[in-house]
């Protein structure tokens, strides 16, 4: 087993304490830690321990030895670790965004290089060539839109500034009417929500919305987005899109297509090793309406929360050979042993532990190992400890 640092991401989104007291670092409080990456994404670079005291980055030390670090069936299949794990905090929430499938994730990126667009440009959409599926564990409360909400005819309905919309849903579906409302111009937007917001936004003030209510995300947004007496398109997707709660250990999937916007709280997340994002709002990150819509599912969705369970050790279900992931829940005194044919990242997020395989360390989380394929450790609980293993499925 070899120990992990990883790289925090100071998004602006992001909140200031969570990360860096979980995972015990010295850093400005001033400067946000929205994310924290482990893998071996080029846009934040982990270190890994391949020897002691010693530590080169991740992507390093598999390009020089990629059947020790991967395996030969791994390094055979993708060539690279194929899976990106993170832990978020989110204080503000995160734009409305897309994740493109692979085929679209090359032809976007081969193009983008043919323009000549670096890969940091904050113009850019392609940052690597690969789709982005992902899960999802909430670490606490956790709010998210996800995908077209089953009752979007009586939303258009129920909400005034939707009723001019209705017939062109019942005439054309979703596709025609989220792409006429994102499509419109700022004057246009200006002229829907500004009514709307002398509304809700006091209400908001006063706390008397309900976070399952498009009202109160809307109205938040208008307070920490909206400047200018200007207004942010993407508060139409606050009011189509499903809003769910995640309660500690409940997850959720999320595949190519699938509309979403993460909007409170802390979680663990899984993808594919890609950076691709697709926005259309809520953001003030490079937004390509087109390209969004272009990629988008236009579908109903029926959101399918993987419901946190009391057992010693959980799977969540994730339909793409990319990655897996599963969440291990050890009372204090109990142990098991991690082992596996294939690259395993274990991230140890609650509790203390004494890890044993080619050397025994003593850990307080958070604390983050890369195990090869073929090696193992033991795991003994110190106190009642969570555990996260994400690897190759």
């Not at 994740?99 to 032809?107: D, L, R, V």
């Not at 499509?183 to 009514?195: G, K, L």
């Not at 979403?260 to 994002?277: C, K, P, R, T």
Request: hydrophobic share 40%.
């Amino acid at each position: 087993m070899h120990r992990l640092i990883g790289r925090i991401q100071p998004y602006a989104w992001g909140g200031n304490n969570f990360i860096p007291d979980l995972f015990h670092l010295e850093t400005d409080r001033n400067i946000p830690a929205a994310e924290y990456w482990l893998g071996a994404h080029p846009g934040g670079i982990t270190e890994v321990e391949i020897e002691p005291n010693k530590w080169v980055s991740l992507g390093d030390a598999i390009k020089a030895s990629n059947t020790y670090w991967l395996g030969e069936k791994i390094a055979e299949q993708f060539g690279r670790l194929p899976f990106l794990l993170k832990v978020l905090d989110v204080k503000d929430m995160l734009s409305i965004q897309v994740h493109p499938n692979k085929q679209s994730a090359e032809i976007g990126f081969k193009h983008e290089n043919k323009l000549g667009i670096p890969l940091d440009a904050p113009h850019r959409n392609y940052k690597d060539e690969n789709h982005k599926p992902e899960v999802m564990i909430a670490l606490s409360e956790f709010w998210l839109l996800h995908g077209f909400a089953e009752d979007i005819e009586d939303r258009l309905s129920r909400y005034t500034f939707l009723h001019p919309f209705k017939p062109l849903y019942e005439k054309a579906g979703i596709e025609v009417l989220y792409s006429h409302l994102m499509q419109f111009s700022q004057n246009e937007v200006d002229q829907i929500f500004s009514p709307l917001a002398k509304t809700i936004v006091p209400a908001y003030h006063k706390g008397e919305l309900s976070k399952y209510s498009p009202d109160f995300w809307a109205a938040r947004a208008m307070v920490n987005l909206c400047n200018n007496g200007h207004y942010d398109r993407g508060i139409f997707s606050i009011y189509l899109f499903n809003i769910l709660r995640l309660d500690i250990g409940d997850g959720i999937f999320q595949g190519a297509g699938m509309p979403h916007a993460y909007l409170e709280g802390q979680n663990i997340e899984l993808m594919s090793n890609s950076d691709n994002v697709l926005r259309a709002g809520l953001t003030p990150k490079f937004i390509d309406i087109p390209e969004l819509l272009k990629n988008t599912l236009f579908n109903i969705t029926v959101p399918k929360i993987i419901k946190a369970q009391q057992i010693e050790e959980q799977a969540f279900e994730c339909p793409v050979p990319d990655f897996n992931i599963r969440y291990l829940h050890l009372l204090q005194g109990k142990s098991t042993s991690v082992n596996s044919d294939r690259p395993t990242i274990m991230l140890l997020t609650k509790g203390r532990a004494v890890i044993r395989g080619d050397k025994q360390e003593a850990v307080d989380s958070a604390a983050a190992y890369f195990i090869p394929p073929g090696k193992h450790c033991t795991v003994q609980a110190d106190t009642d400890l969570d555990v996260v293993l994400a690897s190759v499925d």
